[in-house]
């Protein structure tokens, strides 16, 4: 069974950064992702890399201002946050596919982490 932890969480201000992390025990997976929920709202995709390093982002939201990357030595997936804003603020969410590689289709990923608070003051 695959397990994911993600870390790195945490309150800024707006125009600051953050790192998120998530180590998934087990084998190698196709597909990580991170896609993000706030409050009130459904859970949208976010970034998502495949084996070899191949990156996918959600349209407007995020691109140019947040980068997934991941080390397949350590099976961790990393999503760096800059110059964030209040409308970031959401509990971010990890997640793994076995075959689908980078994917924005939710339904396409079998394994989630548990999230992590991001707080964006203004």
């Known amino acids: 069974q695959v397990q994911l932890t993600e870390s790195g969480g945490g309150l800024v201000q707006a125009g600051g950064s953050l790192r998120l992390s998530c180590a998934a025990s087990?084998?190698?997976?196709?597909?990580m992702g991170w896609f993000r929920q706030a409050p009130g709202k459904e859970r949208e995709f976010v970034a998502a890399?495949?084996?070899?390093?191949?990156?996918?982002y959600a349209a407007t939201s995020v691109k140019g201002r947040f980068t997934i990357s991941r080390d397949n030595a350590k099976n961790t997936v990393y999503l760096q946050m800059n110059s964030l804003k209040p409308e970031d603020t959401a509990v971010y969410y990890c997640?793994?596919?076995?075959?689908?590689?980078?994917?924005?289709?939710?339904?396409?990923?079998?394994?989630w982490g548990q999230g992590t608070q991001v707080t964006v003051s203004p």
């Open positions: 997640a793994a596919n076995d075959i689908w590689g980078s994917t924005s289709n939710m339904n396409k990923y079998n394994y």
């Open positions: 087990g084998r190698g997976l196709s597909g």
């Open positions: 890399i495949n084996w070899s390093g191949g990156t996918l």
